[in-house]
């Protein structure tokens, strides 16, 4: 090593000794007849000290002519410092420099290697790699580097056996669009990438692996929204012989033995929920559980069969609420001060195309008990009464109310209690609630397409008890399918899957396949399910998205060592890019022009 | 869980226990009266006994309908065996069944699954779930599962961090051909799958990321060899401020790491080698050092300046020798009693077109002392006690001999070596040795291109005091390159970096890049090491490799769970196969009809 030393190990134990430290210059301080040079590795930053008179000519001249960024090779003995540093480990020494070798010279940075950079972040992009020297992106991904590790500790603790699934597969129709891969040696025809190696970790159950993980890339192209990469990576796990709750204690074990080994957090218990309380309480399967602010329904949907349904609103002559299938609201604690100004703000954020609610109705309950609400022309302080009792509110609270469709207005409601969340900085990154979601539909419905889609995808199994509506009523059949969510994200989901041929070819059937493009997507599963398939269940956890939280930070792109931008493009190395007509007639395909 | 245990932990201490166990139909033997199941996990086999009378008739008949890969559920009591099977560590005890669930029928198998199976390649590829499931292969596959996490305990206890680098990167001419990914948003442009992470490992030294490993999949669109894979999966190492005796320490460390843990092997230290004596004492830059058997040159090269180089040959009247660059041969000990058949079927064997030569000498060294060679009309017996001295020969053993063309007569004698180890015995897959050879070239010279190529990659560095030969002898400059062999395969190689801009651009002028094309290829690099970039260099292993040489097995296939076949086709899944004109049209790509 042309170092004795990182830069993050010296001590007072260490004074005398000769020692080599290499790294980076990050500063350079010159009082004239001292010098100090900040020489900083991943490890740490350790001062260097030459002072004039002490320090040969040369050198001296040689230390003066360093940028920031130098690549150095610094010899020197490890001194006491004088005025010691107690914010770093190395604060109490220094190094008297003997003899300095520039291993390479720097350019100027198009931005400060600081944690608050100067730089923008196409610039950083572009110079990814003099941004991954920043603390903060460091610091990610060493985060991400312990979280991979406890995760193997973890799953290899539990008999889990780690296995490498390919990346050349095949594309299927179902999901989301796949990215292809031309086949030089068969040509005309494509390989696709993995959207998740879900197939794969199925047969390897059918191949009586029992425990499969693996921390795997997969890949989707989607028109990328924010914070979203064509490329990410799963923690994809499978086992045999289980039931739905098993599965729930095995990961829940996971991510507390996380939180404990790479945060230090004793995460609580984690609660459960079912899709159906979830969307009736928070108006969304993946509700922020840091905060409280469910929903209260002031009239609710009135459900098949059942007649006293409450409605604490219809019949007083406002036409909103009489027509409205929903009424429903949160309590804001503390929020009865909010100015007319502040309500008006409020009701136009929610009124925004990307909410698109009609309106916001609001009740204070001020602290002297009266109650005054933007409705009073309709309801009576006795009515308002009532409502803040079905809120649970108190003096001092804000209700805030929405109507219209149900879906609609939990939708809408969803988002301005997140808003109010973080107004009332009720969602910290440092604190972390968890929530499973479970008894999600087997099905959703495509307007567009007039047809069933798998909520999950076609090899989740429905519950036994619901398989009899398959044919009568799809929509109402729950699948064994569950989520993982922490701080209002969805970090990981998976399903006890089918493993019956038939009821696999049942549900291909339902999902508009017909019997042969069933055969020819997936021939080899149903076959494989023919063989001797075990009971079988897994999950998946979106492995940059937990890294993301449990960094404390909403983008996921810091986490990743080197990310692609909304279009799909890696601005460092510019990809993607033109190839030779050579390659493409070697591939045997060409590129169609576009205007 | 469905099972309380699995079927490899019951023993003695648990009889009178009550358990579930769950698993595949192994066998079952019907005597009449009583049946016994063996019962298969991954974890062990565990018999189940049934016994008319004493078991529920119904119970008894359903065991007597079962077949070959059932899967079942069986509960029951824990039993002494009467008659003990000591092979297995659940021979002590089986279970008295009280109650049976088949949770899936099987169809019987296309070939058995036992250790030795009836099923052909194609029939085990297309049905690979079930190959899968038989003890030699998920051996492998438990093999290598143990591996990586070997190989990540070692690597976290150096402080290499892992960082996953980007699959979807950017096609770049040199080196083997790339897989290409159209993007669907970029149109007309393509992605690349990386053939290994090297730009972007040596963007993170540049980084200060100082160690980073990774375990990842690489891919390369090459004509499939026998036992090559278009995905791959390496080992791969960067570290910075080192030099290469640190890279030979730090990775001989990781090898006989994983030999002492997962083969419980103490690997004996790695000799070294130069590239150059490889070549001349086994005519392969990969030699298996599991055997002695070195070259002995009975007239070597002249070297240039050089006059004194031995010539033990010529001048005596044997036109093959006195018109042959290099003679040269390997003493295969105790082999002086092949008989006339056996060398003519070696000199037949050495004269197929695979290995080319024209012919081969023999000289037996008779155990009475006396020398009689194939070339007795030329050489006189003084002559062949000369070259005996020469080989080192004893009594009892045969001396091989071949001529010409230096480097052909080398490759062919290393075929003759590699052929005479093997048919001595002396290739024991259990055996292990290895050997790092050092002091590769830095080019060669591509005769049907008319150009240098690098023989490792273009960012590999050349000797410092060779650099001088650069411009004019490129061929003899040393690249700081090295290779880890095991048992004669290429398991790793790497090199100390160039990491100059200068120094880069010139080797990619030497490579015959013009500047717009190396800054078009590789600027984003070249640009880094402007920055400040450390020195610093690496090593890729190959795992797929690794792993099938601590398997003892010749083939990585068994260590792959789903490969492919030498047309780079998955037959399980029937990939590649065509796409929907959609898909294409959205890709904005044709095929292009071929005939």
Redesign the interface.
């Known amino acids: ?3 004795t030393h ?1 830069c993050g190990e010296l001590r007072l134990t260490d004074v005398n000794k000769t020692v080599e430290l ?3 210059v990050q500063t350079i301080r010159d009082k004239g007849g001292v010098l100090w040079i900040d020489l ?4 740490g930053i350790t001062q260097l000290l030459l002072e004039d008179g002490q320090t040969a000519p040369e050198l001296f001249a040689t230390a003066r002519s360093l940028g920031r ?3 150095l ?1 610094a010899t020197g003995t490890v001194i006491e410092r004088k005025s010691k540093n107690p914010n770093i480990p190395t604060g109490d020494i220094e190094i008297k420099v003997t003899a300095l070798d520039i ?5 100027l ?1 198009p931005f400060l290697i600081e944690d608050d950079t100067d730089g923008g972040d196409d610039l950083r992009m572009k ?4 941004d ?2 920043r603390n903060p992106v ?1 610091r990610n ?2 985060l ?2 312990r979280m ?2 406890q995760t ?1 500790l973890y799953m ?1 603790g539990q008999d889990f ?11 299927t ?1 179902e999901g989301a ?17 993995p959207q998740s190696p879900q ?2 970790k199925q ?2 159950m ?5 425990r499969y993980y693996q921390i795997v ?1 997969c ?1 989707r ?1 989607e ?2 929204r924010a914070d979203r990469q ?2 990410f ?1 799963q923690i994809d796990c499978e086992m ?4 739905q709750e ?1 599965i729930l204690n095995m990961f829940e074990g996971l991510i507390r033995h996380l939180f404990k080994a790479v945060k230090g957090v004793d995460l609580a218990e984690v609660p459960r929920m079912t899709y159906a309380d979830a969307m009736r309480l928070y108006g969304s399967d993946k509700p922020d559980t840091r905060f409280d602010m469910q929903f209260t329904e002031l009239k609710a949907v009135q459900r098949p069969g059942t007649f006293d349904t409450i409605d604490l609103t219809s019949g007083k002559g406002f036409g909103v609420f009489d027509s409205a299938e929903l009424v429903v609201g949160i309590n804001a604690p503390g929020c009865a001060h909010y100015t007319r100004k502040q309500l008006d703000e409020l009701t136009d954020w929610i009124k925004r195309p990307q909410v698109g609610a009609k309106g916001l109705i609001y009740v204070r309950y001020n602290e002297d008990n009266t109650l005054k609400s933007s409705v009073d022309k309709f309801y009576s302080e006795d009515d308002l009464k009532k409502w803040s009792v079905q809120f649970n509110a108190k003096p001092g609270d804000l209700m805030l109310i929405i109507s219209g469709d149900a879906n609609k207005a939990r939708k809408q409601l969803n988002e301005l209690r997140l808003e109010m969340g973080s107004r009332l900085g009720l969602r910290d990154p440092n604190v972390f609630s968890s929530l499973w979601v479970l008894d999600f539909p087997l099905l959703e419905y495509g307007e567009e397409e007039q047809r069933w889609f798998a909520m999950h995808h076609p090899f989740t199994s429905p519950k036994p008890e619901d398989i009899s509506l398959l044919n009568s009523d799809p929509g109402a059949v729950r699948a064994n399918a569950y989520d993982l969510v922490i701080n209002g994200t969805e970090v990981g989901g998976g399903s006890i899957r089918i ?2 041929r038939d009821l696999q070819a049942r549900m291909f059937s339902l999902l508009g396949f017909s019997d042969e493009e069933a055969k020819a997507q997936f021939g ?1 599963l149903m076959d ?8 079988h269940g897994g999950i998946a956890f979106g492995f940059d998205r937990l890294c993301s939280i449990f960094g404390g930070a909403d983008s996921i792109r810091d986490f ?3 990310p ?1 931008n909304n ?4 601005v ?9 007509q050579a ?1 493409l007639n ?9 205007k």
Chains 1, 2 share one sequence.
Do not use: C
């Open positions: 090593m042309l170092r990182t290499t790294g980076w900083r590795d991943r490890y960024e130098f690549v090779k291993l390479n010279a720097a350019k940075p110079y990814r790699y003099l991954l020297r460091r991904l060493e991400r580097h991979a590790q193997r290899d056996i780690e296995v490498e699934t390919p990346v050349l597969i095949k594309s129709p669009r796949d990215f292809v891969v031309p086949s030089r040696m068969n040509p005309g025809e494509f390989y696709a990438l197939t794969f047969l390897l059918v191949s009586g692996f029992d890339k890949f192209d028109d990328l064509p490329e990576t045999s012989f289980v039931e098993d493993f019956n080899f494989a399910f023919e063989y001797g398939a075990p009971p990743i060592a080197f692609k279009s799909g493009r890696d460092m190395i510019d990809s993607p890019s033109t190839i030779s390659q070697e591939l045997k395909i060409e590129t169609v022009a576009t």
